[in-house]
């Protein structure tokens, strides 16, 4: 079975501070995606990585910066935590083309304070 | 802008009842993927189905199926004889390239015994 692990199933950090949220998948794929996930506002895409060291942004990169420097590791940074960032964040892989079945983490959930 | 809205923020239905969820999309892209994954409470997102917008037959994976008009830009979902572990939230996304996935606000879906 695919799995991607998510390092943490629950954050609480203080406003400012820099935070770290860590993906590895274990299948060898070659797309990641960081996602923020609230109530009535669905998956929102924050940035996407196609291979090691590439990257680009997605709709609400703002705030927010990324970091693959290994294939099955994606980190999703953000600079200077604020308590508009407090939600659940959804890590995901799948293979390269755009068919293919994306395979999601458990899922992070932060609070900002 | 690429976007995919579900109309139907909550169901219900009966135990092996049928129940359809809406989702109506948009791309400029010529070549695009639709997607339902489903997130039981507490437990990791998963797929569902997916339909390929090049081809015309409808999807069906044993009891789910999607009814896929292109023209209308609608990819609903039907679910036959319904069972209490359908229960969970059901997202519709539309994928267009590797990165460029965009989900809908969600469709929570309870089913009664």
């Known amino acids: 079975d695919v799995k991607v692990t998510q390092s943490s199933r629950y954050l609480v950090k203080r406003t400012g501070e820099k935070v770290f949220l860590e993906c590895v998948q274990d299948?060898?794929?070659?797309?990641m995606f960081w996602y923020r996930q609230d109530p009535g506002l669905g998956l929102r895409l924050i940035y996407f990585?196609?291979?090691?060291?590439?990257?680009e942004k997605g709709d609400i990169p703002e705030g927010y910066s990324v970091s693959r420097e290994k294939k099955e590791r994606f980190s999703l940074i953000l600079e200077s935590a604020s308590t508009n960032q407090t939600s659940m964040y959804l890590c995901?892989?799948?293979?390269?083309?755009?068919?293919?079945?994306?395979?999601f983490g458990q899922g992070t959930r932060l609070t900002v304070v | 802008a690429q976007t995919v809205t579900q109309s139907q923020p909550e169901m219900s239905v009966q135990e092996a009842e049928t129940v359809t969820l809406s989702c109506t999309y948009d791309?400029?892209?010529?070549?695009?993927?639709l997607f339902w994954y489903k997130q039981p409470p507490s437990r990791q997102m998963i797929l569902v189905i997916r339909?390929?917008?090049?081809?015309?037959q409808n999807a069906t994976e044993n009891r789910f199926s999607v009814n896929f008009q292109k023209a209308a830009k609608s990819f609903s979902l039907k679910i036959s004889d319904s069972q209490l572990g359908d229960t969970a939230m059901y997202f519709c996304?539309?994928?267009?390239?590797?990165?460029?996935?965009?989900f809908g606000d969600g469709t929570t879906l309870t089913v009664k015994p």
């Open positions: 995901a892989s799948s293979l390269g083309h755009m068919s293919t079945e994306a395979f």
């Open positions: 299948m060898d794929h070659e797309n």
């Open positions: 990585s196609y291979d090691v060291k590439m990257k």
């Open positions: 791309t400029s892209e010529n070549n695009y993927y």
């Open positions: 339909q390929e917008a090049y081809k015309q």
């Open positions: 996304a539309c994928y267009a390239n590797a990165g460029k996935s965009t």
